[in-house]
C-alpha cells in the first residue's frame, strides 16, 4: 500500500495535489512519500516481536539524504556498497555501529573509511577481501569485524541481470569455499568472525528461493559451530518483490514469518540476531516519477507521447525491459483514448518509459511513473548532458525540495579546458 492517490480525478501525493507540486518545482521530478517508506520499513520490523534483529535499508535502493534520515529516525541499519554510501548514510544520521558494508570489489580506502568510522560488519566476498581486511585493520590496530557473503547457488527465479546467488554470478564465496574461509579468518589477528551473509538476487516474488537458501546457510552455521566457531548474526540479504504490474510478491510479514518459521525448524540458538537487507520493497512504491508530454506524434504504425523524462532518469525500462505503471496526474481528459509508447528525448531507440499504454493524451498534460522510488533517481545519469531531476519529499500535506534539480553549469563542475 501506497499514498499516492487519486481525489476528485487528481493525483496526490499523501495531502499534495501532484500538480501543484509539478508547477512548482517543475518536470522530470521524482515525488516521495515519507508515510510509505515508514510504513514499509515498519512492516519488515514489526513481525521480529522481541526476536533480536536489524532491518539494515540497502542504500543502493534510493541513496536521498532525506530519505536515509528517515529510516535512520526509525532506528533502521544500513547496508552499504561503497565510501559514498557509507559517507550518505553518516550526513543523514546514520548510526555507524548499524551499517553493513557489502559489495565484490572494495578497495582499500573504502575498507579504511569503514573501520576508522567503527561499522558493524563487513560482508566479505571474496578471498582477497579477508587478507586485504585484516592488513588493513593490522595497521589501523584494530579488530575488524566480519561475516562472509556465501553464495548459496540458489536460482531466484528472477531477471538474470538481478539474480546473483547462483554459483556462475560474481557475487559471494562459493557455499563449498565458505568452511575454508571462516577457518582463516578465525585463525587472523585482525578478524573478529561474527556472522553469515546471503542475498541471492531482487525482485523475487516467491519465497521458496529464500527459505532454500536459509536452508543450505543453517546447514554451514552447524558446520562452523562444530568447528568452534559461533556466530552472532545471519544477514539474509534484501530481495523482496514489489508488484509492478500483477506480480503478487509476499507481504514483508508473510517473508519474515516463512524465515522465522524456518529457523524455529533449525538448531539455531534464539538469540542470533537476524539481518534483513530490504532495498526495493521498502522504497520502490514510495516514490513516483513525473513528467510531463511535450509532443504527440502519431506515424502509420505508432503513437508516441514524447515526454520530459527519459532513460537517463530511469532506466529499468530500458535496460531490464522493466514495466512500470504510467498514469495521469489528472484523470478526467477529454484527449481520445489510444495505445500510446512513451518515450524520452534521448538518441536512442531504447529510449522509452513504456510502451502500447492505453491512455488519453493531450499535450502539457503530466504523467506519473509509478513504483519509481527504488533504483530510479540512484541509477540515473547525466548521458545527453540532461541535469538530474529534482527529487521532492511529501510528508502529509508538506512537500521538501530534498534534490534540487542539477544545473547545466554543474554538468562539467570539474572538467577543464586545455590548457
Ligand atoms: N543486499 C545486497 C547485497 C544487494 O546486492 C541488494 C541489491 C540488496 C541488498 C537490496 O535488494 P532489494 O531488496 O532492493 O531487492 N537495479 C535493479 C536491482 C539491483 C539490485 C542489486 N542488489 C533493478 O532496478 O531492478
Same mark, same amino acid.
Given at each position: 500500500?501506497?499514498f499516492?492517490? /487519486?481525489?476528485?480525478?487528481?493525483?496526490?501525493a499523501e495531502?499534495?495535489?501532484?500538480?501543484?507540486?509539478?508547477?512548482?518545482l517543475?518536470t522530470?521530478?521524482?515525488?516521495y &512519500?515519507?508515510?510509505?517508506?515508514?510504513r514499509h520499513?515498519h512492516?519488515f520490523?514489526?513481525p521480529?516481536?522481541d526476536?533480536?534483529?536489524?532491518i539494515?535499508?540497502?542504500?543502493?535502493a534510493n541513496?536521498n539524504?532525506?530519505v536515509?534520515?528517515i529510516?535512520?529516525?526509525l532506528?533502521?541499519g544500513?547496508?552499504?556498497?561503497?565510501?559514498?554510501?557509507?559517507?550518505r548514510?553518516l550526513a543523514?544520521?546514520?548510526?555507524?555501529?548499524k551499517?553493513?558494508?557489502s559489495?565484490?570489489?572494495?578497495?582499500?580506502?573504502?575498507i579504511?573509511?569503514?573501520?576508522k568510522?567503527g561499522?558493524?560488519?563487513f560482508?566479505?566476498e571474496v578471498?582477497g577481501?579477508?587478507?586485504?581486511?585484516?592488513a588493513l585493520?593490522g595497521q589501523l590496530g584494530?579488530?575488524a569485524?566480519v &561475516?562472509?557473503r556465501?553464495n548459496?547457488?540458489?536460482?531466484?527465479?528472477?531477471?538474470?541481470?538481478?539474480?546473483?546467488g547462483?554459483?556462475e554470478n560474481?557475487?559471494?564465496?562459493?557455499?563449498e569455499?565458505?568452511?575454508?574461509?571462516?577457518?582463516?579468518?578465525a585463525?587472523m589477528p585482525n578478524?573478529d568472525?561474527?556472522?553469515i551473509d546471503?542475498?541471492?538476487?531482487s525482485?523475487?516474488t516467491?519465497?521458496?528461493p529464500?527459505l532454500d537458501?536459509?536452508g543450505?546457510?543453517?546447514?554451514?552455521?552447524v558446520?562452523?559451530?562444530?568447528?568452534?566457531i559461533?556466530l552472532?548474526?545471519?544477514?539474509l540479504?534484501?530481495?523482496?518483490g514489489?508488484?509492478?504490474?500483477?506480480?503478487q510478491p509476499?507481504e514483508p510479514a508473510? /517473508?519474515?514469518?516463512a524465515?522465522?518459521d524456518r529457523l524455529d525448524?533449525?538448531?539455531l540458538?534464539h538469540?542470533v540476531?537476524?539481518l534483513l537487507?530490504?532495498g526495493?520493497a521498502?522504497?520502490?512504491n514510495?516514490?513516483i516519477?513525473?513528467?510531463?508530454v511535450?509532443?504527440l506524434?502519431t506515424t502509420?504504425?505508432?503513437?508516441?507521447?514524447i515526454?520530459?523524462?527519459a532513460?537517463?532518469d530511469?532506466?529499468?525500462?530500458?535496460?531490464?525491459?522493466a514495466w512500470?505503471?504510467?498514469?495521469?496526474?489528472q484523470?478526467?481528459s477529454?484527449a481520445?483514448?489510444?495505445?500510446?509508447?512513451?518515450?524520452g528525448?534521448?538518441c536512442?531507440t531504447g529510449?522509452?518509459?513504456?510502451k502500447?499504454?492505453?491512455?488519453?493524451?493531450?499535450?502539457g498534460d503530466?504523467l506519473?511513473?509509478?513504483? &519509481?522510488?527504488? /533504483?530510479g533517481f540512484t541509477?540515473?545519469?547525466?548521458?545527453n548532458?540532461?541535469?538530474?531531476?529534482a527529487?521532492i519529499?511529501?510528508?502529509?500535506s508538506?512537500?521538501?525540495?530534498?534534490?534540487?534539480?542539477?544545473?547545466l553549469a554543474?554538468?562539467w563542475a570539474?572538467?577543464?579546458?586545455?590548457?
Amino acid at each position: 500500500m501506497d499514498f499516492f492517490n /487519486y481525489k476528485n480525478g487528481e493525483l496526490f501525493a499523501e495531502d499534495c495535489p501532484v500538480r501543484e507540486i509539478a508547477a512548482k518545482l517543475g518536470t522530470p521530478c521524482y515525488i516521495y &512519500s515519507r508515510a510509505t517508506l515508514e510504513r514499509h520499513w515498519h512492516a519488515f520490523d514489526r513481525p521480529f516481536g522481541d526476536r533480536p534483529h536489524l532491518i539494515c535499508y540497502a542504500v543502493k535502493a534510493n541513496s536521498n539524504l532525506a530519505v536515509l534520515n528517515i529510516l535512520a529516525r526509525l532506528g533502521s541499519g544500513f547496508d552499504i556498497v561503497s565510501a559514498g554510501e557509507l559517507e550518505r548514510v553518516l550526513a543523514a544520521g546514520g548510526d555507524p555501529k548499524k551499517i553493513v558494508f557489502s559489495g565484490v570489489g572494495k578497495r582499500s580506502d573504502e575498507i579504511l573509511s569503514a573501520l576508522k568510522t567503527g561499522i558493524r560488519c563487513f560482508n566479505i566476498e571474496v578471498g582477497g577481501e579477508l587478507d586485504r581486511i585484516n592488513a588493513l585493520a593490522g595497521q589501523l590496530g584494530v579488530k575488524a569485524p566480519v &561475516s562472509f557473503r556465501v553464495n548459496p547457488d540458489v536460482d531466484a527465479k528472477t531477471h538474470p541481470y538481478i539474480s546473483t546467488g547462483l554459483k556462475e554470478n560474481k557475487f559471494g564465496i562459493a557455499i563449498e569455499q565458505a568452511l575454508l574461509e571462516y577457518q582463516r579468518a578465525a585463525a587472523m589477528p585482525n578478524i573478529d568472525v561474527i556472522g553469515i551473509d546471503c542475498h541471492i538476487g531482487s525482485q523475487l516474488t516467491d519465497t521458496t528461493p529464500f527459505l532454500d537458501a536459509l536452508g543450505r546457510i543453517l546447514d554451514l552455521v552447524v558446520e562452523l559451530k562444530k568447528m568452534g566457531i559461533a556466530l552472532h548474526h545471519l544477514d539474509l540479504g534484501g530481495g523482496l518483490g514489489i508488484r509492478y504490474r500483477d506480480e503478487q510478491p509476499p507481504e514483508p510479514a508473510e /517473508y519474515v514469518k516463512a524465515l522465522l518459521d524456518r529457523l524455529d525448524q533449525s538448531t539455531l540458538d534464539h538469540d542470533v540476531e537476524i539481518l534483513l537487507e530490504p532495498g526495493r520493497a521498502i522504497a520502490g512504491n514510495a516514490g513516483i516519477l513525473v513528467t510531463q508530454v511535450e509532443y504527440l506524434k502519431t506515424t502509420a504504425d505508432k503513437n508516441f507521447a514524447i515526454v520530459d523524462a527519459a532513460m537517463n532518469d530511469l532506466i529499468r525500462p530500458s535496460l531490464y525491459s522493466a514495466w512500470q505503471e504510467i498514469i495521469p496526474v489528472q484523470s478526467q481528459s477529454s484527449a481520445d483514448e489510444n495505445h500510446w509508447d512513451i518515450v524520452g528525448p534521448v538518441c536512442e531507440t531504447g529510449d522509452f518509459l513504456g510502451k502500447d499504454r492505453k491512455l488519453r493524451l493531450s499535450p502539457g498534460d503530466l504523467l506519473a511513473i509509478r513504483s &519509481s522510488g527504488a /533504483y530510479g533517481f540512484t541509477m540515473s545519469s547525466n548521458y545527453n548532458s540532461r541535469p538530474r531531476a529534482a527529487e521532492i519529499m511529501v510528508d502529509g500535506s508538506d512537500c521538501h525540495l530534498v534534490r534540487e534539480r542539477e544545473t547545466l553549469a554543474q554538468l562539467w563542475a570539474g572538467e577543464q579546458l586545455l590548457p
